[in-house]
């Protein structure tokens, strides 16, 4: 079965940056896309960003200028840099994977972002 599992997250102050990673437990080659998702407290979970297995990418409004998603295919991992943190960037980020007919998820790592 595949697995995703994501890392890197942490509290940081405004105004930095965190790279967070999901690994796959397969060649993420044959994702068709993968993508960022994230939930703060109280809130659904909302898209961050996404990157087809062509390399499009597509943002969130609220992320967009900082926020760059990319893939790895050596280290099968897709990354997400964030920059210019804000506290409403704070939340459960989730990394998932359209493969076949189905969406395989992570199981999230946190990222808060004090004032």
């Known amino acids: 079965q595949v697995q995703l599992v994501e890392s890197g997250g942490g509290t940081v102050q405004a105004g930095g940056s965190l790279r967070l990673s999901c690994a796959a437990s397969?060649?993420?080659?044959?994702?068709?896309?993968m993508g960022w998702y994230r939930q703060a407290p109280g809130n659904e979970r909302e898209l961050v960003a996404t990157i087809t297995a062509g390399g499009t990418t597509n943002y969130a409004d609220s992320v967009k200028g900082r926020a760059t998603v990319s893939r790895n295919v050596a280290r099968n991992t897709m990354n997400l840099q964030l920059n210019s943190l804000k506290p409403e960037d704070t939340g459960i980020y989730s990394c998932?994977?359209?493969?076949?007919?189905?969406?395989?998820w992570g199981q999230g790592t946190q990222v808060t972002v004090s004032s």
């Open positions: 397969r060649s993420i080659v044959s994702f068709k896309a």
């Open positions: 998932n994977g359209a493969l076949g007919g189905s969406v395989v």
